[in-house]
């Protein structure tokens, strides 16, 4: 989960270890700049979307690559998809919906991730960065175990040309 959304985990509940919540455990049907974080942390539909933000966010080169403007339509845009997600749930169980408003919404949304960028980023990272990743030592593997029996020896002979010798 991105760094600027802390969803409250804690338990708000009533009674002994029970873990009732009175937190919402889905998205407010008007957009919130803190929706996320007034959201129930262990509801489905909290991870669900913190997921979406991290994979978003992600995609678009990291948390520290984005501007503030650029966080805001993340948000904004995975808020929308839950909306869009829910009134297709409606139309699914053939319930009703508001179709021009479905539609506006699609729209909307496709908005957003137009001015996000519909493709994936590289995330930016410093010299300093890719040579202290590239000089860490690789954590040991386990040994494979030795063959049983004797084995080929695989070498090359003065011209180069590979000769196998049994040991």
Not at 46 to 55: E, F, I, N, P, V
Not at 67 to 86: F, P
Not at 113 to 134: P, V
């Amino acid at each position: 989960m991105p760094k600027w959304t802390k969803g409250n985990s804690g338990y708000a509940g009533k009674g002994k270890g029970q873990g009732k919540s009175d937190l919402p455990t889905d998205i407010p049907a008007r957009y919130d700049e803190a929706f996320l974080e007034e959201m129930d942390a262990r509801s489905e539909v909290y991870k669900m979307m913190s997921q979406r933000l991290l994979s978003l966010v992600t995609s678009l080169g990291g948390l520290d690559g984005l501007s503030y403007q650029e966080r805001s339509l993340c948000k904004r845009a995975i808020h929308l998809e839950r909306l869009i997600e829910k009134r297709e749930l409606t139309l699914a169980i053939n319930g009703t919906i508001d179709e021009p408003g479905y539609f506006n919404a699609i729209n909307a949304l496709s908005g957003l991730y137009t001015k996000l960028g519909l493709k994936r980023r590289a995330k930016q990272i410093s010299l300093r960065d890719y040579l202290n990743h590239a000089n860490k030592p690789e954590p040991p593997s386990a040994p494979s175990p030795a063959p049983s029996g004797s084995q080929p020896f695989h070498r090359e002979d003065a011209n180069g040309k590979q000769r196998i010798d049994d040991q």
